[in-house]
């Protein structure tokens, strides 16, 4: 079953911000590792849940070959917005459930980032991820950790699943803004005192480089979905070993700012 209410819920989000990426290319970079330029130049790449091409915009400065972005949501009019600032002539952005995706040529690259555990069953994401990658070509992805998360799942998680149901600039506004704003907070406050041991303090360091307006979108993006997983470490080594025809010589997890795994390899 496709995740209709998911997609048009991020559509909401992305399309009611301002143009060009959402992220710095600091933060691209941040993501991707281990991957990085040599990985994508010259090659075919593919993003799974695209959004508004926040991702696509800095992924042209790795100088791939082309650049298909694939979403089920109407932010691919966003999407396709700021892809037609960069410049950048080879790319295509289709609309489409990830899930079930599966291009007629395989991709060097393929990457999905976020958008796994806003998925009913996530493992079918991942499946695609690997489905649509080439022989000897790279997956990567990055998802929302069990581990590290205990704050969130007991905290906001529980008020997602009311915002969720509301119009969206009730959520955004008059709950995701003082929300964030009290993060914002908490967040400066920890850091600049160094307080390691408080939750989320490793994650806290990450964003503190941004301004409130980043964390508002980052509370919105949390409390604007219908659903969200947070998957552990077990769960995803379980991905990656039950899938054939991923080479189990060449996988990795990293654990991000004690919060969220990023993971991937090469398939056979």
């Not at 933060?27 to 330029?37: G, I, S, T, Y």
């Not at 593919?46 to 979403?71: F, K, R, Y």
Request: hydrophobic fraction near 40%.
């Amino acid at each position: 079953m496709k995740d209709i209410k998911t997609a048009e819920a991020f559509a909401n989000s992305w399309n009611n911000l301002p143009g060009g990426s959402v992220y710095t290319f600091d933060q691209f970079e941040d993501w991707f590792a281990p991957l990085q330029k040599s990985d994508f130049k010259d090659k075919n790449v593919l993003e799974l849940g695209c959004g508004n091409a926040s991702l696509l915009v800095h992924a042209t400065q790795w100088e791939p070959s082309n650049l298909v972005g694939i979403d089920l949501g109407e932010s691919i009019v966003s999407a396709n917005q700021n892809m037609s600032q960069t410049g950048f002539k080879n790319y295509r952005i289709e609309k489409a459930d990830l899930t079930e995706y599966r291009a007629a040529e395989k991709f060097d690259v393929v990457y999905s980032i976020g958008v796994l555990h806003h998925l009913k069953n996530p493992v079918e994401g991942f499946t695609s991820a690997v489905e649509n990658t080439k022989s000897g070509g790279a997956f990567h992805c990055w998802v929302y950790a069990k581990e590290g998360n205990g704050l969130i799942i007991w905290v906001v998680d529980p008020i997602r699943k009311v915002a969720s149901k509301l119009p969206w600039w009730i959520n955004k506004y008059l709950i995701a803004t003082p929300l964030s704003f009290l993060y914002f907070l908490y967040a400066h406050f920890i850091v600049a005192l160094g307080i390691s041991f408080m939750p989320l303090y490793a994650y806290s360091q990450w964003i503190c480089k941004r301004n409130f307006m980043f964390f508002r979108h980052v509370a919105f993006d949390q409390l604007v979905t219908p659903q969200t997983k947070y998957i552990d470490r077990a769960t995803i080594e379980r991905w990656l070993a039950d899938n054939s025809k991923v080479d189990p010589a060449q996988t990795y997890m990293i654990f991000r700012n004690g919060n969220s795994w990023k993971f991937g390899g090469k398939v056979e």
